[in-house]
């Protein structure tokens, strides 16, 4: 019985050096994997980094192409509001001159209600993501505001005609 006992004893130190030599080995097979675990590591992180910055970059494209629609909104509303106001006999046109694409984007420009029930003049994106309205203040009720400009041209031809009572957005 002390043979076997003797053997096992020998088998367990046996076992134990080649797990002691393959923990410190420093052989190709160690070395590679010690490579592809950091490898594999490094590519999720910078994965993991990409994704955020993507998103941010996403988030500041969106507040600028809303930021320039509020602007273009408000220059196509006051010069609707002017000429309005001044306006007295006849027929008034004024031109406006528009960026094109906005974000590298292409927007329109219509007057509708707002979801205040204010009319307002509403520009917003091709695809319908972004959406920001203007309010027409100063304007009667009675007059009527129509029409739908795309911004591929860059020109607003703004009419107010006071015999018909009508405001007109065409391209220009």
């Known amino acids: 019985m ?5 053997q096992t004893i020998k088998n367990d130190n046996v076992i134990d050096k080649k797990i002691k030599t393959f923990a410190s080995n420093r ?36 507040n600028y192409q809303q930021a320039q629609y509020t ?28 960026p094109t694409p906005i974000s590298g984007q292409g927007y329109r420009i219509n007057v509708t209600d707002d979801f205040l029930g204010q009319r307002s003049v509403k520009v917003y994106s091709n695809d319908g993501k972004t959406v920001v309205y203007a309010p027409l203040n100063n304007i009667d009720k009675s007059v009527t505001v129509e029409g739908m400009v795309y911004s591929s041209s860059g020109l607003v031809k703004i009419t107010y005609n006071n015999s018909l009572n009508s405001i007109v957005l065409e391209q220009g």
Do not use: C
């Open 71 to 98: 602007q273009v909104g408000s220059m196509v509303a006051d010069s609707i509001v002017g000429l309005y106001l001044t306006g007295t006999m006849g027929e008034y046109s004024k031109m406006i001159d528009l």
């Open 2 to 6: 002390s043979g076997i006992l003797e």
């Open 27 to 62: 052989s190709a097979v160690s070395i590679m994997l010690n490579y592809i675990i950091v490898f594999s590591i490094s590519i999720i992180l910078f994965g993991i980094v990409i994704l955020l910055y993507g998103n941010h970059i996403g988030a500041m494209v969106g």
